[in-house]
């Protein structure tokens, strides 16, 4: 079925302020719901960037579990997580640990990975009193807005994740890699093109260098894709930033980026990125039951400050290696 036809059959709303809407009564077997409207599902997802399913009623762990494996197939185990998340099921998470108070700011998971989630699903088991909105942002939107001359630099030169592991802050080693085992974490880093330092206190630090601007799968678009403020020191809360200096030492933070060659990020790049995220994004409010679909590289996501009680069960899905120098490509097009 055309794409054009798909939103009238599954009554898709669309909204300039809001990710695409599907409103659906509740059916007896979700799982099985989702596995017969999957195409159809994951086409909308595509031309969107982002899709809310309310009518499904998902509560049931198990049951959400099944839903995902129905859209996304075999889910993908977490691996370089920048916090501890818990998992209730194989490749099934919590939401990332993070203050209520504080949001969460725009990000593509796991873009500092050489190979990247290309499905994010999240299901709202319980939801917030106020805020705590899952929200969206497009990254072709944000990319053409962002100013040429940054695009241009960062998309020249990429940009670099560093990594401090201790015991304290963020995921340990286990966590990230699946083991704490010296020689199994050098191999991984070695097979995903990660720099790697043991400290003389045994602790470790990684360093990683990764493009900013990629082409998309599918559609062939060049998409804004990092985490360059998301992971930036200027994003955290300022006693939080002042905190981890103080104690670790400003090259000793936990997580920070830089540009491709090693400079660092200024404080006004990363709130300029962040407030083109921002003014380019779209919130619904989460109703207990609702289904999330993000296309990951196509669409950042946030999360928002809230009160009251938030479980929001979230999945990754369709591993995939984004597309390349995309200043090569173009200039090959030309």
Known sequence: MPSSSLASA???????????????????????????????LRAQVTEHGALVVRGLGLRDTAQVGAVFGQLAGELITEREAFAPREAHLPGV???TPWPANQPMCMHHELSYQLQVPGLMLFACRTAPEQGG??????????LRALPAGLVERFEREGWILTRTYNDEIGAGLTES?????????????????IDFTWQPDGSLRTEQRRNAVVRHPVTGRRCWFNQIAFLNEW?????VR????????????PFNTRHGDGSPVGEDVVQLINSTYEAHTRREPWHQGDLLLVDNIRTAHSREAFTGERQVLVGMGDPVRPAEDCQALEASER
């Open 242 to 253: 002042d905190y981890l200096v103080d104690v670790y030492g400003a090259d000793g933070l």
């Open 133 to 142: 909105a899952t929200a969206v942002a497009d990254a072709e939107e944000v």
């Open 235 to 239: 994003t955290l809360a300022p006693e």
């Open 177 to 193: 890699f699946g083991t704490a085992d010296r020689a199994g974490i050098e191999r991984y880093c070695r097979a995903n093109a």
């Open 10 to 40: 599954l009554d898709v709303e669309l909204r300039p302020d809001k990710p695409a809407l599907l409103c659906v009564d509740p059916p007896d077997d979700p799982p099985k719901w989702a596995a017969e409207h999957r195409e159809a």
């Open 93 to 95: 998470y919590a939401s």
